[in-house]
Nanobody, 126 residues
Framework: QVQLVESGGGLVQAGGSLRLSCAPS????????MGWFRQAPGKEREFVAV????????YYADSVKGRFTISRDNDKNTVYLQMNTLKPEDTAAYYC???????????????????WGQGTQVTVSS
């Protein structure tokens, strides 16, 4: 059974940092692009960041550029999202996703992804 399991969420004050992890199981995702999305209450799910299967290319939403860093360790079959200088508007459930195909430009859309995790809550207080 293919699974994506996120961890690392929690409560943090504005300006603080968190590191999210996504550890897929059931198969290797070394050949998949891996993305992070988030969804706040009353809002649609939005793209946060993506990294190619090789790790050679990354892309970020404008709202997180310069603050968040996506990375992956294919040997550990794990993808990370380092979140620095967190803001209250970053509060959301964060979801890990895997895409086995698609262009980089398509990776900002949820429908491009084949597998999703259950989400981990990030709450940033002011």
């Amino acid at each position: 059974q293919v699974q994506l399991v996120e961890s690392g969420g929690g409560l943090v004050q504005a300006g603080g940092s968190l590191r999210l992890s996504c550890a897929p199981s059931g198969r290797t995702f070394s050949k998949y692009a891996m993305g992070w999305f988030r969804q706040a209450p009353g809002k649609e799910r939005e793209f946060v960041a993506v990294i190619t299967w090789s790790g050679g290319s990354t892309y970020y939403a404008d709202s997180v550029k310069g603050r968040f860093t996506i990375s992956r360790d294919n040997d550990k079959n794990t993808v990370y999202l380092q979140m620095n200088t967190l803001k209250p508007e970053d509060t959301a459930a964060y979801y890990c996703a895997a895409a086995g195909y698609g262009t980089m430009s398509s990776m900002t859309r949820s429908r491009s992804y084949d597998y999703w995790g259950q989400g981990t809550q990030v709450t940033v207080s002011s």
